[in-house]
């Protein structure tokens, strides 16, 4: 099939918050399904991945009601949730990948790994508002936002606000994810060195999702084209024929004028 500008090519996208989700996303979840986890779809397409003691869950949900394409959480109660974290369809599935990865080998390690301590959070000052606490990049493109106070259970629970926001990526293609209060603070600095990895990744794209990359994103093509292949072809063709011929011509000519000899020294001569 000839390249188009319509069919996919792979390249290098760093840093990686840019870069997007993936079509594939499989190695997000197989860290769970390798721990032992059960895997069901729904009639719509949706995935839910489970614990073995039914503690902890994951629900890739592409036809979801809204834009949160993952929510993983988990609770010493099969119904009852302890913590939430929240991707939506923009966030890098390998940002996803990590955090899975993280919270696999914390449940093969045993309730206090993934149910255990979380991190305090920030307080009002009596009678003051205290701004969301900001870690942000060094390029300023990620930021993880800490809501100070008491948050109700239940509205972190539903997704009404959140402990921990992140964000990144250009004003009109930002993604976002989300942490509740009791998150174990291992978990929770898992998904933010996750976030904030500026590490190269692979995406198969097409100009038109090419052009969509924020400015701020290096994408380098990890082959040239088909088309570009057969340009240096045919500029190398031509570049090697001219000299090529010149050296046939000449190694076809012959001369019939005597080959010329410099004057002679006469010996004894002077000026």
């Known amino acids: 099939m000839p390249y ?8 290098r996208v760093q840093p ?5 989700t993936q079509a594939d996303v499989t190695e ?25 003691d039914l503690t ?30 929240t991707f939506d369809d923009r966030v890098p599935t390998e940002i996803v990948q990590d955090f899975t990865t993280a919270l696999a080998d914390a449940y093969t390690r045993g309730p206090d790994a993934y149910l255990g301590a979380s991190r305090p959070a920030p307080h009002r000052a009596a009678g003051q508002w205290v701004e969301p606490i900001v870690l942000q990049s060094p390029d300023q493109l990620v930021t993880r936002s800490t809501r100070p106070g008491f948050l109700r259970h239940a509205e972190e629970m539903d997704e ?3 402990r921990w926001l992140f ?20 978990l929770l600095d898992t998904l933010t060195a996750a976030a904030f ?14 052009a969509r990359l924020p400015a701020s994103a290096v994408a380098t093509p990890t082959a040239p084209s088909p088309l570009e292949v057969a340009r240096v072809r045919a500029a190398t063709s ?6 090529l011929a010149a050296t046939s011509v000449l190694a076809h000519t012959t001369s019939t004028r005597p080959p010329a000899h410099p004057n002679p020294v006469l010996a004894g001569r002077t000026r």
Do not use: M
Request: glycine share 4%; proline share 12%; aromatic share 10%.
């Open 160 to 162: 009404t606000t959140e």
């Open 4 to 11: 188009t500008s319509e069919k996919p090519r792979e390249y």
């Open 56 to 85: 902890a869950r994951l629900a890739f949900l592409p036809e979801g009601p809204d834009s949160t394409l993952w929510k993983i959480s988990a609770g010493p109660e099969p119904t009852v949730p302890q913590w939430l974290v």
């Open 28 to 52: 997000a979840i197989t860290p769970l399904v390798k721990a032992g986890w059960a895997a069901t779809n729904d009639d719509l397409g949706n995935t839910y991945v489970t614990a073995p």
């Open 197 to 210: 990895d500026p590490s190269t990744v692979h995406r198969y794209l097409r100009r038109d999702q090419l």
């Open 238 to 243: 031509r570049s090697l024929s001219v000299p």
């Open 167 to 186: 964000e990144a990526g250009s004003p009109e293609r930002r993604w976002y994810a989300s942490a509740s209060s009791h998150l174990p603070a291992p």
């Open 16 to 20: 990686r918050y840019l870069a997007d």
